[in-house]
């Protein structure tokens, strides 16, 4: 049997009607915004998944390399080296005398003089007597910490062959020898006439040559590493 409206109940349930198929529009709605937004979440997830991953991929292979190096440090042995020999001065030679100073010594050095036939020291000055012979000289004390500068000049010299330098505590000068003889080239560094410098290597020209009543110095600085010498020429 069909159910039969009066005209007011058939209006009641129109606007009935209308009024659900509103509610269901809605909630379509809403649902497909619900929808929309739990694909971007799970996209967002996905992201982050990968990013995840990617960081724990990384941390492992971190943390492989570190063993790696890790191992091969260990199997590494520090390298020693075993002291230079010292060559045993030859008879009738002088030793420079081993002693430290506790600062710089600003009084006159003594000079260790192989054989006083060739020069002898009057004060502050080293007198050359042997016009043919050579004459390398030592000063006292040893410099093993601080900083030193030596200073001279060269007056009336017979010959062109004079020098200024250092020299290792181990090196022995002879009567009538230069620097470099006797095995000292290694141990000596010097500063020639001509401007040229001699050490282990090759021979250095191009400084400024050494003239007569020119002061000329050496510095060291025992205190760094590497240790330092400065030639200075006229204070330059």
Not at 28 to 56: A, D, G, P, R, Y
Not at 194 to 221: A, F, M, Q, W
Request: charged letters at 25%; aromatic letters at 8%.
């Amino acid at each position: 049997m069909k159910k039969l409206f009066s005209g007011e109940e058939a209006e009641y349930e129109i606007k009935k009607y209308d009024q659900l198929k509103r509610r269901v529009d809605t909630t379509l709605s809403e649902l497909e915004i619900q929808k929309t937004k739990i694909n971007q979440s799970q996209k967002l997830v996905s992201v982050f998944q990968q990013q995840v991953e990617t960081s724990q991929s990384e941390l492992t292979r971190l943390t492989t390399e570190v063993q790696r190096l890790t191992s091969e440090l260990s199997k590494l042995k520090p390298i020693t080296t075993s002291p230079k020999q010292q060559s045993k001065p030859e008879p009738k030679r002088q030793q420079i005398q081993q002693s430290v100073p506790p600062c710089l010594n600003t009084n006159i050095p003594q000079g260790i003089i192989p054989d006083k036939k060739h020069c002898y020291q009057e004060g502050s000055k080293i007198i050359h007597t042997d016009k043919k012979g050579c004459s390398t000289v030592a000063f006292n004390p040893v410099l093993s910490s601080g900083i030193a500068r030596f200073e001279g000049y060269f007056k009336d010299h017979p010959n062109s062959y004079f020098i200024i330098g250092i020299a290792d505590s181990s090196a022995v000068f002879g009567s009538n020898e230069s620097p470099s003889q006797s095995g000292n080239k290694k141990k000596t560094v010097c500063y020639w006439r001509d401007g040229g410098l001699e050490h282990i290597g090759d021979y250095i020209p191009g400084n400024s040559k050494i003239e007569e009543n020119r002061t000329v110095s050496c510095e060291v600085n025992m205190d760094i590493a590497p240790r330092t010498l400065t030639f200075f020429y006229e204070n330059q």
